[in-house]
């Protein structure tokens, strides 16, 4: 047992909380070790047997029942205030993040149309999305930042000063494509300066500006970080052209076809060369969502050991393929054939995945879907899911034999310790008291009528999913009690990277 299992002597005093009789999943470790937790003043002060018995009349004592203790996910992948008005997501999403088990989401964020529909330097723009946002979460949440345009590059440093956001992100595809298919006016849409493209040579600028924060703050340096949404406009463009004037195709499959995977591969490759080029070694490659991706994400760690890069995929991705469900499913890349769900999952078995998230867009049905709702290129792009994170990978992973501490490194530890998340991920002394109690062996059908999120219909729909979130605890206060979000909004905005948490 390491020493992370054993009380804190520092503590100093009697715990607030004992969860006893419960099997503890730590990251790593397939098999849960039955074991009490003890918490006070939101963070873990002992992980091991007895505590319960040990407690004195002011501790409080909660029997888990058996139930798996899994970390608090962290859901590295989300999009609130896309859609919607940013206050209203950050209340109702982070709803939907509870009831499925996560206890942090990160959000992507960018000047432009859509989010704020508003351009400007980043120290005009952060402090609306925190006031915005402010006092509504029920979760801890931080946010990624797109350095859209030359000025935003020259704030990268005080982005990490001023806002603690400590990872930036790149959509390649808008280089020459909309969100949702062909755009006319890309500077119009991003709301940039009419003398500036956004472009690889934006990119390239983009990583030397990161990378230049890594060398100004070294002792941050491993958790600055880029991502990358990988998709090579000029492919998209000629392919869209090239599905829609044959008129074979529908649905998504019609979608897949309109942004093909090769398209996703040759983006990799131009990404990966600029991260060589530019001597920057901390690179996600975001959501990747087939067979070519990975190959393409394998063959550029070959030729560029010396980045250190980090793959990312989507509980849609891993759960669904585009003759399962219909344009509700639309998002980018696009949901793939079965083939491709089959080559993602054997990479998550091979360990070639780091993490796994939700790509959480909350899209309301009357924004979804154009007059004809069955016409896939007038659909908007996106729908949540972060409510079925856990038990998504939970049930497609189990059958494949994927262990608990596996799942646990993919959805907690592993994109809590890339994106500057020191305290959470892990149940561990010091470390967050952010606590799924959760029932694997508990079956439910996925109804959106059942979802917290504000999104009236779900690509889920229909699928049976094993294993029931039952109990959430942030910081070792209930949010989540019998499968339903509990109490008044106390996540808090965590600027990173954060306080060091347990030994790891």
């Known amino acids: 047992m390491s020493d992370a299992s054993h009380p804190n002597p520092a503590s100093g005093s009697d715990p607030?909380?004992?969860?006893?009789?419960?099997?503890?999943?730590?990251?790593?470790?397939?098999?849960?070790?039955?074991?009490?937790?003890?918490?006070?003043?939101?963070?873990?002060?002992?992980?091991?047997?007895?505590?319960?018995?040990?407690?004195?009349?002011?501790?409080?004592?909660?029997?888990?029942?058996?139930?798996?203790?899994?970390?608090?996910?962290?859901?590295?992948?989300?999009?609130?205030?896309?859609?919607?008005?940013?206050?209203?997501?950050?209340?109702?999403?982070?709803?939907?993040?509870?009831?499925?088990?996560?206890?942090?989401?990160i959000t992507y964020i960018r000047t432009g149309q859509y989010y704020l529909n508003r351009s400007g330097p980043y120290a005009g723009f952060m402090p609306e999305v925190l006031e915005r946002s402010a006092g509504r979460a029920h979760v801890d949440h931080a946010f990624h930042v797109a350095p859209m345009m030359r000025e935003h590059i020259d704030e990268i440093p005080s982005l990490i000063t001023d806002f603690g956001v400590a990872s930036f992100k790149i959509f390649m595809f808008y280089g020459g494509y909309g969100l949702h298919g062909k755009s006319s006016s890309q500077n119009e849409f991003l709301m940039i300066p009419d003398d500036e493209s956004y472009d690889s040579a934006h990119f390239e600028f983009v990583m030397r500006g990161v990378q230049a924060a890594r060398e100004q703050f070294p002792d941050l340096a491993d958790q600055i970080?880029?991502?990358?949404?990988?998709?090579?406009?000029?492919?998209?463009?000629?392919?869209?052209?090239?599905?829609?004037?044959?008129?074979?195709?529908?649905?998504?499959?019609?979608?897949?076809?309109?942004?093909?995977?090769?398209?996703?591969?040759?983006?990799?490759?131009?990404?990966?060369?600029?991260?060589?080029?530019?001597?920057?070694?901390?690179?996600?490659?975001?959501?990747?969502?087939?067979?070519?991706?990975?190959?393409?994400?394998?063959?550029?760690?070959?030729?560029?050991?010396?980045?250190?890069?980090?793959?990312?995929?989507?509980?849609?991705?891993?759960?669904?393929?585009y003759t399962q469900t219909g344009v509700g499913a639309k998002v980018n890349p696009p949901i793939r054939s079965r083939d491709d769900v089959e080559a993602l999952w054997d990479s998550?078995?091979?360990?070639?995945?780091?993490?796994?998230?939700?790509?959480?867009?909350?899209?309301?049905?009357?924004?979804?879907?154009?007059?004809?709702?069955?016409?896939?290129?007038?659909?908007?792009?996106?729908?949540?899911?972060?409510?079925?994170?856990?038990?998504?990978?939970?049930?497609?992973?189990?059958?494949?034999?994927?262990?608990?501490?596996?799942?646990a490194d993919l959805l907690c530890a592993n994109p809590a310790a890339r994106f500057g998340l020191n305290g959470k991920g892990r149940i561990e002394v010091g470390a967050d008291a952010d606590l799924v109690l959760f029932d694997p062996d508990a079956t439910f059908t996925v109804a959106a009528a059942d979802s917290e999120s504000t999104q009236e219909y779900t690509p889920f729909e229909g699928m049976e999913l094993s294993g029931r979130v039952e109990q959430v605890f942030l910081r070792g206060v209930q949010i989540v009690s019998d499968g339903e979000v509990v109490g008044e909004p106390t996540g808090q905005y965590l600027r990173r990277p954060t306080a060091h948490g347990g030994d790891s």
Not at 353 to 363: L, T
């Open 16 to 105: 607030d909380l004992v969860i006893t009789n419960v099997r503890v999943v730590r990251p790593g470790h397939d098999t849960p070790e039955d074991l009490d937790i003890a918490i006070r003043g939101g963070s873990f002060t002992a992980i091991a047997s007895g505590l319960a018995a040990e407690a004195s009349g002011s501790t409080k004592v909660i029997d888990g029942g058996a139930l798996v203790a899994f970390p608090g996910l962290v859901d590295a992948h989300q999009h609130w205030g896309i859609y919607n008005p940013l206050e209203e997501d950050t209340a109702s999403e982070s709803r939907a993040c509870a009831q499925g088990g996560v206890t942090t989401g």
């Open 225 to 321: 970080s880029l991502s990358l949404h990988c998709e090579a406009a000029e492919i998209m463009q000629a392919y869209t052209d090239l599905v829609q004037d044959r008129g074979e195709l529908s649905g998504l499959e019609a979608y897949s076809a309109s942004r093909p995977p090769h398209s996703e591969g040759l983006a990799i490759s131009i990404a990966s060369y600029l991260a060589h080029e530019t001597d920057l070694p901390t690179i996600n490659l975001l959501h990747l969502s087939s067979a070519k991706a990975m190959d393409a994400a394998r063959r550029m760690a070959t030729a560029f050991p010396e980045v250190d890069f980090r793959r990312e995929v989507t509980v849609g991705h891993l759960t669904r393929d």
């Open 348 to 407: 998550v078995l091979a360990g070639e995945v780091d993490w796994i998230v939700s790509d959480h867009a909350c899209c309301r049905d009357e924004m979804k879907f154009g007059d004809d709702r069955d016409d896939v290129f007038l659909a908007k792009s996106g729908f949540g899911g972060t409510e079925y994170l856990l038990a998504g990978v939970h049930t497609e992973g189990r059958r494949r034999g994927l262990g608990l501490g596996r799942m």
